[in-house]
């Protein structure tokens, strides 16, 4: 019962033999728990053999211990006699070190101030060569100013008068090609990610044009990469005109900042970003300005025909029913037999039958027009209140964080005020013709009846 007691960890140890690396796998299997205590028994006679074995060498080495030390103790003294050796070497070339720097910097003089400028207008030079679009025509050209600038740092070697002639061809090419239109054949990146080789037009140092694009030049790479937003239809109308232009002069947009400005244009945010940003009450806005300009729309193209119609039946003889005039007039026709009074209310009637289509919609397009400018208002105050908790959880320090509420604020007040007005106006021209057609019924109605009136007093 004890043995067993004492086998239950090398039981343990005998399940994770399976997950032992494959080096492992040359071990005899064990079948049984006597096989393990045979394998345990032949480990220890082992790791005895191996003491036993470096016991012996020890033993047999004893005799050379001193032999070793005396080695060991003689090797330290040669290497500490060399280190005093390389330390005063060291100290010595250290010190003709800085007397021939001290040497140097004499004799350099003014260089010295003029080699400090000259690395300078080289660094300055490099960056700009590497972020100019020039250099997709030539694209190392300012390895060499970066071996000079590299080379004036280190302050141990003098420059040739090659090397700093290289920084003046360098600067003037520049210039002369910043009033070069070229013409190139370059691989450039689509805005799927593809490659293709197009046409290239290179504006001085300013812009890429491609067909009816502008291009983009990326430093880093090297590579030629097509906007992910163009510009206004009508910059790229112009550059589509110039890229196609064989002679003659021809208008092009031009950024003179060498890309900045087309940077800005590219992120001012479109009509439907400005949307996005007024966000579930921009939305609603632009549903209900919807809804009111197609009614007014519809209402004012209606009384323009209605009004047509009744014109022309004021000049008819023949009475027609396609129009509120006719059917007032068919009205008196039927019912000119009544009394004065009865008559009169036959027309009363009649007036207020085509009073209903022809102020149709007018109460709901007003409306609209009201509620356009509140649900600004709405947004407003809700962009407001996006604002101040912003502040109040992440401070003032970041502006980009309060720009959402601010944006939602602005923008619905405009797109309320945007869809208001214009429905505003629409609703006072249907209103005034609508107006204007009631008043010829009732003209027309109380010149029939004066006209019953004159005939019934003769």
């Known amino acids: 019962m004890i043995l067993s007691r004492r086998l239950l960890p090398l039981l343990g140890l005998l399940c994770c033999l399976p997950l032992l ?6 071990e005899p299997e064990i079948r049984s728990l006597d096989e393990l205590l045979e394998l345990v028994k032949q480990g220890r006679i082992q790791q005895s053999r191996e003491n036993r074995e470096r016991e012996q060498r020890f033993l047999q080495q004893k005799s050379r211990q001193q032999t070793l030390l005396n080695e060991a103790v003689a090797e330290r003294k040669t290497l500490e006699q060399s ?79 090659e090397e700093i002639e290289q920084l003046w061809y360098q600067m003037q090419r520049e210039m002369v090609e910043s009033g070069k239109i070229k013409h190139l054949v370059q691989e ?3 805005t799927q990610g593809n490659p ?13 044009l491609s067909g009816s694009h502008y291009l983009q030049y990326i430093p880093e ?17 112009y550059v589509e005109d110039y890229t196609q232009a064989q002679a003659g002069f021809s208008a092009v947009g031009v950024d003179p900042t060498r890309g900045a400005l087309l940077d800005m244009l590219l992120d001012a945010p479109d009509f439907v970003d400005r949307v996005e940003q007024a966000g579930f009450i921009g939305y609603v806005i632009l549903v209900v300005g919807a809804i009111g300009v197609v009614l007014a729309l519809e209402r004012i193209m209606y009384l323009i025909v209605t009004t047509r119609k009744v014109s022309d039946q004021i000049r008819m003889e023949e009475v027609r029913r396609d129009n509120p005039l006719g059917r007032i007039i068919l009205t008196y026709q039927q019912n000119k037999q009544l009394p004065l009074e009865s008559l009169e209310l036959k027309l009363g009637e009649a007036i207020l039958r085509e009073r209903g289509p022809l102020e149709k919609h007018l109460t709901l397009i007003k409306i609209v027009s009201v509620i356009a400018p509140l649900l600004g208002l709405l947004g407003t105050v809700i962009g407001m209140i996006n604002t101040f908790q912003t502040i109040t959880l992440f401070g003032t320090g970041d502006p980009k964080l309060m720009a959402g ?16 007005i214009p429905v505003v106006f629409f609703h006072t021209l249907a209103s005034t013709r609508s107006r204007a057609v009631i008043s010829v019924l009732e003209e027309q109605s109380t010149g029939l009846v004066a006209e019953k009136a004159e005939q019934e007093s003769h």
């Open 188 to 190: 450039v990146i689509t």
């Open 21 to 26: 690396p494959t080096a492992l796998s040359a």
């Open 196 to 208: 293709i080789e197009a046409d290239v037009v290179r504006l001085g140092t300013f812009n890429l």
């Open 405 to 420: 509420g601010i944006s939602q604020a602005l923008v619905t007040t405009v797109l309320g005020l945007s869809v208001a």
């Open 221 to 237: 790479t090297g590579k030629v990469i097509d906007l992910n937003r163009q510009p206004a239809g009508y910059l790229l109308g």
């Open 83 to 161: 280190s005093e050796e390389l330390e005063a070497s060291y100290d010595a070339n250290k010190e003709q070190l800085d007397q021939l720097t001290l040497r140097l910097e004499d004799r350099m003089g003014s260089l010295k101030e003029v080699f400090a400028h000259l690395q300078t207008a080289a660094t300055d030079v490099t960056n700009q060569l590497q972020q100019s679009i020039v250099s997709v025509q030539f694209p190392d050209r300012y390895r060499e100013l970066e071996e000079l600038s590299d080379l004036l740092g280190s302050s141990r070697n003098l420059p040739r008068i």
